[in-house]
């Protein structure tokens, strides 16, 4: 099964994704991470557009194949990216569990975003006002939408994890 954690920075995806693939024993897959190797050490520039998100695809498809759960963690903030998951997935044949990570209380967002700290070693976090002036189109599809206001890290996976449970086993929802 493969796993998409979506949201704005500060959210609490790699909280959660990390949470839950250690739970799973799963394959974390965090396009940050990707990216900030791709212009850092493959010197690519900070304009790489969507090599970042085509790695994880790859990544998260060698996975799939071979029979592992994948968690990926990323803004998807475009319909394309979030179009990129549901290709890997229907390619592989596995269902697709799509969760969008929000925080509906503003002013805890914004203190999240600015209380961080880095965990990848020289990679810059977004400032608030970069969160909020950033390009993000709101989410049509179907999906499971988990409010990190409004419940703990131990209570938002645990609400993922019987998400996963549910969908485990059935046919190949990738829509």
Not at 28 to 33: A, C, G, N, T
Not at 104 to 120: C, K, L, M, P, Q
Not at 140 to 153: E, G, H, I, K
Request: net charge neutral.
């Amino acid at each position: 099964m493969l796993v998409v954690l979506g949201g704005l920075p500060g959210t609490g995806k790699t909280t959660l994704g990390k949470a839950l693939a250690s739970k799973r024993s799963a394959v974390y897959v965090r396009v940050d991470e990707i990216e900030h190797a791709l212009t850092r050490h493959a010197k690519l520039g900070p304009d790489i557009g969507a090599a970042g998100y085509v790695v994880a695809f790859a990544v998260a498809a060698s996975n799939l194949r071979l029979g592992s759960l994948v968690i990926a963690d990323s803004v998807n903030p475009v319909p394309e990216s979030r179009q990129g998951w549901r290709d890997v997935a229907h390619g592989e044949a596995v269902p697709l569990m799509k969760i969008e990570i929000i925080c509906s209380n503003g002013t805890e967002h914004r203190r999240r975003v600015e209380a961080r700290t880095a965990d990848i070693a020289g990679f810059k976090l977004p400032s608030w006002s970069s969160v909020t002036e950033r390009d993000y189109v709101p989410w049509t599809s179907p999906r499971l939408v988990v409010d990190t206001a409004l419940l703990t890290p131990d209570e938002a996976v645990a609400a993922i994890e019987a998400a996963i449970n549910g969908l485990s086993g059935k046919a190949c929802p990738t829509s």
